[in-house]
């Protein structure tokens, strides 16, 4: 057994949302179907679009996946050689949760769309800073 990769820390993941979701070039990304009907990603789309959890890979790490639609967040990441602990498994379920319930609303705007994920996203990141802060205090 190979060593694991390791993921990027939850701020970090944030950080790099925030770069491709609210770039000029950023495609809002997209949420589909998978083969057996059941809400599933394929984390990527037409035209380089993805969701929360597909521009968190690379290129070459997406190449390799077959059926990505039938993996969780945590079990993709595992399959591409990442450790994953339960906390992060969380983690990242939350990041695809906020990208999912800001581009499921169809009666809202893209703009509206991207306002209420980048909330979404503020309000993880403090979340996950006061939980990180009150660990430190309790040690």
């Known amino acids: 057994m190979g060593i694991k990769k390791v993921l990027p820390s939850f ?28 809400p599933g990603c394929k984390y990527r789309g037409d035209n380089d679009s993805r969701c929360a959890i597909g521009c ?19 079990v993709l990441f595992e399959h591409l050689g990442y450790s994953v602990s339960s906390k992060q498994a969380s983690e990242l379920l939350s990041l695809r949760q906020a990208h999912d319930f800001a581009a499921n609303s169809r009666t809202t705007s893209l703009t509206t769309n ?14 996950y800073s006061k939980a990180m802060q009150e660990k430190r205090a309790a040690l």
């Open 114 to 127: 991207k306002i209420r994920f980048s909330k979404s996203l503020d309000t993880l990141a403090t979340a």
């Open 56 to 74: 968190l890979i690379t290129d070459e790490e997406y190449a390799s996946l077959t059926k990505p639609e039938d993996m969780t967040p945590a």
């Open 11 to 38: 701020l970090d993941m944030i950080s790099r949302l925030r770069q491709h979701f609210f770039s000029d070039e950023g495609a809002f990304g997209m949420v589909a179907k998978n083969v057996r009907g059941v």
